[in-house]
């Protein structure tokens, strides 16, 4: 069934002008380019019955399949994780989304953790119903590998679209199923910051779902050092980043990484490991390998050029034992006062 014809037409009047507004967002964002998502593994649900849940929202009221589904509207399940940060950055489209066109799709968030930790996530943007699974039945009966993840489901209860995954394929489902024409991506141009420059935002959870938030550490440094499980140059520095961990004077340090979380736990950092698997704050930051560092001062901007690789992190993170001395001497921080950083 294509619902793309049968849905009706944005209506007149303020409200109007704004499904139009969002109409060319969620086109424009349906056509940026992305980084690259694993593929499905040979997993094609379309024409299958949708799976039967019955999970609680966040108050803890039941919710049937049956109670979302509707004679109009199809059904957007989307799957997430309030660990991935991939995921929070996917929300204010969710909630523009629910917002705009919920006359014309009915979209509900299924989920993973506790109650708390997903209104932290969602609350802002008014989004609702957020189902929690009892433990991963929803993912496991649809045979997800990753959030997020989305599967749309026709007004019979059949699924006509999935899974998709990734903030970009669901954006051009999204797209598609509102009849929504998706222009050509254009060229992906990411600005990258350099020394002296202000540090980019950085808000993402960490492995446990605290939100990590650059700002807030402004008035003391942080070093930020990006990671990969699988990197063999990364493995190697473990031990020394490890060591630096249990130094009683430092500098904070925050891990941006990538992968699976349980993976990332297994490595055992104490400090805060954020992940970054779209890479949007490597980016920004011009790394382009692993293990690499930077270091944010104490007014938030940058202070350091890159470090990349296993010797030049290692000396970075030597510098960063003793917070009493400014590591990059040779140009200190504009406009910072004289004295540590």
Partial sequence: MDHSRTLPRPAAGPQGRLQGWFDGHTRRMAAAPSA????????????????????????GTPVRLGEVLDEVRPLLLVFVDPRSGTCHEFMPDMGGWQRV????LAIVLVSTGDPETNRAMTAEYGIAPVLLQRDLEVIDAYGLMMAPA?????????????????????????????GLIVPPPP??????????????????????GNIVDLAVFQGEPVLLLFWSPGCGYCEELLPHVLAFERATVRTRLIVVSGGAIGVNKELGFSSPVVLDDDYAIAQSF???????????GSRGTVVSEVARGSVAVRAYVDRCRLPDMTPFPDRPEPSAPSGPW
């Fill in 150 to 178: 989305a599967v749309l489901v026709g007004t019979d209860g059949r699924i006509v679209a999935g899974p998709q995954y990734g903030p970009q394929a669901i954006r051009e489902l999204v797209a598609h199923t509102l």
């Fill in 286 to 296: 011009g790394v382009i390998g692993t293990p690499a560092a930077v270091l944010i």
């Fill in 101 to 104: 066109y919920h006359d014309r």
């Fill in 187 to 208: 060229a992906l141009h990411v600005q990258v910051v350099g020394r002296g420059d202000p540090a980019p935002r950085l808000r993402r959870p960490d492995l446990e």
């Fill in 36 to 59: 690259p998502v694993a593929a499905a593994a040979d997993t094609d649900l379309v024409g299958q019955t949708a799976y039967p849940f019955a999970l609680v929202d966040l108050d």
